[in-house]
């Protein structure tokens, strides 16, 4: 109610009911708020409509990617395996061309993994499964880690870090990495014209932040609230040719949700994006 006042939206709600024979039914239920002159509401309209069929088809596609996925798993390993074999006797044989076809294959498959690897935590994430593992460590020397990783896929672009006051947190170490390389990632592919993106961390009270910036293309304003939703790519994006299958953003505002905290944009078209993301500095299940 109160998001309908401040914001005019509408209210939808899914839910499922049990009917008498036990079968289960999924509803989407969508009202409308009025108010009157002194802004109190006064009456509200809605409707149930029943997307049983719907959430059926949901199922057996989250289903059928996690399948799909795990039997791609292996093919892609071993293509992996074998493409680093070429490589390296590619190199002692100084067969430059052999090299640089093999070099392309593993450059084929490193990103065919990652899709695979995506997929996978949809599946886990659809299912519950998203397992994190709690650790103390050290934030800035963390962030300057994964800042080397990025020189090995991008030359085009300077990352600046600016730490700030924050040190120390306890988290999933690799999860929150996921999110900041998929937040830098996608800030490159976002920013094909600019060449500098800023890397910010700061402690907030008992939050730890982080804040990724760059300064592309930009996302446009009715945009911005499916910008996490799964397999959302935005308009320009889909324009512009950009790569991607909308699963990044959507499986980092998870990672970042099951840390007890949120990942938020904030954007300007044409100017760029910043993505941020605040978590608690001590987490309930930390094994400190």
Request: charged share 30%; aromatic share 8%; hydrophobic share 35%.
């Amino acid at each position: 109610m109160k998001s309908a006042r401040v914001n005019g939206e509408s209210n939808d709600l899914e839910f499922r009911i049990k009917l008498p024979d036990g079968s289960i039914k999924w509803m989407l239920s969508k009202s409308d708020i009025f108010f009157d002159g002194e802004n109190i509401p006064s009456r509200m309209i809605g409707v149930n409509i029943d997307i049983t069929d719907r959430k059926n088809l949901e199922h057996q596609k989250d289903v059928f990617i996690g399948i799909a996925s795990h039997e791609l798993r292996t093919p892609v390993t071993s293509l992996k395996l074998f493409s680093n074999i070429i490589i390296n006797q590619a190199r002692l044989e100084q067969k430059e061309q052999v090299l640089k076809s093999a070099q392309i294959i593993k450059s084929q498959t490193d990103r065919l993994m990652r899709l695979v690897d995506d997929l996978l935590d949809v599946s886990k994430i659809q299912a519950g499964k998203l397992e994190l593992n709690y650790q103390l460590f050290d934030v800035p020397e963390f962030v300057d880690s994964i800042i080397s990783e990025t020189k090995h896929f991008t030359q085009s672009h300077k990352i600046v870090y600016k730490p700030g006051d924050l040190e120390k947190i306890t988290g999933d170490k690799e999860r929150i990495g996921q999110v900041i390389m998929n937040l830098i990632s996608n800030a490159i592919k976002y920013s094909p014209r600019a060449d500098c993106i800023i890397i910010k961390t700061k402690q907030k009270g008992e939050w730890a932040i982080i804040e990724v910036q760059d300064f592309g293309i930009g996302i446009p304003k009715e945009e911005q609230g499916k910008i996490f939703d799964r397999f959302f790519r935005t308009t320009d994006a889909k324009d512009k040719n950009i790569s991607g299958f909308g699963l990044g953003l959507f499986i980092s505002s998870e990672i970042v949700r099951r840390h007890g905290g949120e990942l938020k944009v904030k954007s300007t078209q044409g100017k760029g994006s910043t993505f941020y993301f605040s978590i608690p500095l001590k987490q309930g299940h930390s094994d400190e």
